[in-house]
């Protein structure tokens, strides 16, 4: 008999396995865990969405050109330039892939989404990790961590989990400062969210240099997560190189249409963007009244700190959950005393505070 053992998921058995019964039935009734849309996309995403269902049929257009115009025209950018992706994460892996390998060292914030971290240990890369000010980036420790053998620099901006920005000025000064072998890579996941009069995703900075490369993802503020539609703004001969590693036909049909849909409504973006503002005063000023310490936060979710330790941290999570809420563990970032939380519905939000007033018996 031979040695070589089949996957145990894979058997001879006459017996077919079935489908889950409900495939998207949540485990919590408020699941405020991931950072997603509390609302369901816009009506014109949907019915988008919906007609793409006649033709599941077909292969959606290689290159994702419609969606790549939409995003063209409006953030007035060249559509040759932009690569669409499925998710923003896949181009982040492709990001490695490319441009890192073993022996290189990639610079990221500490706090800084965990993917980097995978990303470059996969490439056989050496991940260097820079700390922050408060849970805010600084550039300074950034340019100090730089030596000859970097070759990449991270930098989710706002950053995931910690809510926070680097403005402008500061991301011109961190390029213009870098040497030109250093690829930036701009992960402006939340964008949307961010009006600072000071905050820029730094689309022109890939217009001014040959070294700067931006991701964006509908996921967040357009609710699409469940159908992962990204896209990355970069130098020609960069997205040339990535088209490489696309593969087959990344972002589907039905992806591309809402995709394109979500981006033109306009009236829906606003709507989410000043909810999520709104609510992320509203539970920040509720928390904080509970002596739970909150990081200021320009995207859709908050980063609280207990001071009373981990084991308070772990308690009322636990509590949450009893009374079913779930919300975001950080230990992953060595954040042992902190939890993350998304903002959701006002019912949603006003239950999460009302627990918790609870837990803390107040």
């Known amino acids: ?180 072998h250093i690829l930036l890579v701009l992960d402006a996941a939340y964008a949307e969210f961010a009006v600072e009069g000071n905050y820029d995703s730094g689309l022109k900075l890939v217009d001014e240099y040959d070294n700067v490369v931006v991701t964006r993802t509908l996921s967040k503020l357009y609710g699409l997560s469940g159908l992962r539609v990204g896209w990355t703004y970069g130098p020609d001969e960069i997205i040339n190189t990535l088209l490489h590693l696309k593969g087959g036909f990344n972002v589907s049909i039905a992806a591309q249409a809402a995709g394109a849909a979500a981006v033109l409504d306009d009236k829906y973006a606003v709507m989410v963007r000043d909810h999520s503002r709104k609510w992320i005063d509203w539970l920040t000023s509720e928390l904080r009244a509970l002596g739970i310490k909150v990081t200021p936060s320009v995207c859709n979710f908050i980063l609280i700190h207990f001071t009373d330790g981990r084991e308070k941290m772990k308690a009322c999570y636990t509590y949450l959950q009893e009374n079913d809420i779930n919300v975001g563990q950080v230990g992953m970032y060595k954040l042992d005393a902190s939890l993350r939380i998304t903002v959701g519905t006002e019912e949603e939000n006003k239950a999460l505070v009302a627990t918790m007033k609870d837990f803390f018996g107040k």
């Open 1 to 180: 008999m031979s040695n070589i053992k089949a996957n145990k998921y894979i058997t001879s058995s006459p017996a077919q396995p079935q489908p889950p019964a409900d495939l998207v039935k949540p485990k919590f009734k408020i699941d405020l865990s991931l950072n997603e849309s509390p609302f369901a996309p816009s009506e014109k995403a949907i019915k988008a969405y919906n007609e793409a269902g006649k033709v599941l049929n077909r292969y959606p257009d290689y290159t994702s050109a419609g969606l790549r115009g939409v995003l063209a025209e409006k953030y007035n950018l060249d559509d040759k330039r932009i690569m669409c992706t499925a998710g923003s994460e896949q181009m982040l892996a492709f990001l490695a892939r490319a441009y890192i390998s073993e022996g290189d060292e990639v610079i990221y914030p500490k706090y800084g989404f965990m993917v980097y971290r995978f990303n470059i240990m996969m490439a056989g890369a050496t991940p260097v990790a820079v700390d922050h000010d408060d849970f805010k980036i600084n550039v300074d420790y950034i340019l100090d961590a730089v030596t000859d053998k970097t070759r990449l620099v991270f930098l989710d901006n706002p950053g995931n989990p910690t809510g926070t920005y680097v403005p402008y000025d500061e991301i011109k000064r961190l390029r213009a400062s870098l040497p030109g």
